[in-house]
């Protein structure tokens, strides 16, 4: 019994395999398929000018923000920008880094 059941079970897994990596290339398709569209047809994103990012907002570029735990501070901290990362700019929130609407 136990030898029929090993190749079924190789069997399963292949079709389930076949069928991840079936699913991955059509959605990968589809994807540039619709980019190529966008890209055709659509308008360059106003808001970051066709760039896909833009400054950071939070810390106007500076890639660090001024901070302190307390409300009245005694002494101020330097910290990396939690928005950018210290990269001084972020992902345009309209076209998502598209360039495109």
Same mark, same amino acid.
């Given at each position: 019994? @136990?030898?029929? $059941?090993?190749?079924? $079970?190789?069997? +399963?897994?292949?079709?389930?395999?076949?069928?991840?990596? +079936? +699913? @991955? &290339?059509?959605? =990968?398709?589809?994807? &540039?398929?619709?980019?190529?569209?966008?890209?055709?047809?659509?308008?360059?994103?106003?808001?970051?000018?066709?760039?896909?990012?833009? /400054?950071? /907002? &939070?810390?106007?570029? /500076?890639? =660090?923000?001024?901070? @302190?735990?307390?409300?009245?501070?005694? *002494?101020?901290?330097?910290? &990396?920008?939690? =928005?950018?990362?210290?990269?001084? *700019?972020?992902?345009? $929130?309209?076209? $998502?880094?598209?360039?495109?609407?």
């Amino acid at each position: 019994m @136990s030898g029929s $059941l090993i190749p079924a $079970l190789a069997k +399963a897994t292949g079709v389930v395999f076949a069928g991840v990596l +079936a +699913a @991955s &290339l059509a959605s =990968t398709a589809i994807k &540039l398929n619709y980019q190529k569209h966008k890209i055709k047809n659509g308008k360059e994103c106003g808001v970051c000018k066709g760039k896909g990012f833009y /400054k950071c /907002k &939070l810390c106007k570029g /500076k890639s =660090t923000i001024e901070w @302190s735990p307390l409300y009245d501070p005694v *002494v101020i901290n330097p910290c &990396l920008c939690p =928005t950018c990362d210290g990269n001084k *700019v972020q992902k345009c $929130l309209n076209c $998502l880094g598209d360039c495109y609407v």
